[in-house]
């Protein structure tokens, strides 16, 4: 695809997924028909009625210029999502592989699809009071998620789907190596048990992402936990209000 073409499709992708096209309202718990703003809704702010991601636009842009990047400098891997909603954020990322005529990176999309875990304080206390399950807002089925691909005419052998609780999922998934892993699962099991089983096979000049960094106590003190433990000393990255990520020495 001829550079501009290939510009101009992904920003149509991102826009798509956040849908900034259409422009739905958000559907924030007590808020809801809040009216739809722009500003909002580039730095992921609410919850979309419709869109297919709620990460807004500068985290996806953040995922164009991770992908971007082990692209050009060759690093070795597939790229990764865990804790997907309805798909848009790794759609965006079949979407780039697709734009570079990349045909040999899978993109795994992991997610129970069944919404997110009760928290298991005793085992996890960070995530004491963290408890999202009861939020069927949250709640995407793996048929509506493949169906958002299929939307996108992105639904084929370079999309594999991990379903099930991470717990039970993540330590059999088979995945080798990885240029890009980014975790979004809100909660410290969550995102503890996705870099206990993945960060060991992000290839080095690989890139991590963290969605709720900055929202949620819980995932921050999972991210600085796991880093201390393993003397992680790689430089975070802010990409905006919550969402950060560090590139593997």
């Not at 997110?116 to 709640?139: C, H, K, M, Q, T």
């Not at 089925?141 to 594999?160: I, K, M, P, T």
Request: charged content about 25%; glycine content about 8%; aromatic content about 10%.
């Amino acid at each position: 695809m001829p550079s501009d073409a290939r510009a101009l499709y992904l920003d149509l992708a991102k826009r798509c997924v956040a849908n900034v096209i259409y422009r739905d309202d958000g559907a924030v718990p007590g808020r809801e028909n809040e009216p739809f703003l722009e500003e909002r809704r580039a730095d992921g702010r609410d919850w979309p009625k419709t869109a297919h991601t709620m990460i807004g636009l500068r985290r996806l842009e953040n995922i164009k210029f991770c992908l971007e990047s082990v692209l050009a400098a060759g690093i070795p891997g597939d790229v990764m999502e865990t804790g997907a909603w309805r798909g848009g954020a790794a759609i965006f990322m079949r979407a780039v592989l697709a734009a570079y005529g990349v045909r040999d990176r899978v993109v795994w999309v992991a997610d129970s699809f069944e919404g997110l875990p009760p928290p298991d304080p005793a085992a996890y206390p960070a995530d004491e009071g963290v408890d999202l399950s009861g939020f069927a807002y949250l709640r995407v089925s793996l048929d509506e998620v493949r169906e958002n691909f299929r939307a996108y005419g992105l639904l084929d052998g370079q999309v594999r789907f991990v379903q099930g609780w991470f717990r039970e999922t993540l330590p059999r998934c088979g995945i080798e190596r990885l240029a890009l892993l980014r975790l979004d699962g809100d909660l410290y099991e969550s995102t503890w048990l996705a870099l206990e089983n993945l960060y060991p096979k992000v290839s080095s000049g690989g890139y991590v992402i963290v969605d709720d960094y900055g929202a949620i106590e819980a995932c921050r003190r999972a991210v600085e936990d796991f880093r201390k433990l393993h003397a992680i000393t790689a430089a975070i990255a802010a990409i905006d209000w919550t969402g950060i990520f560090w590139q593997k020495p």
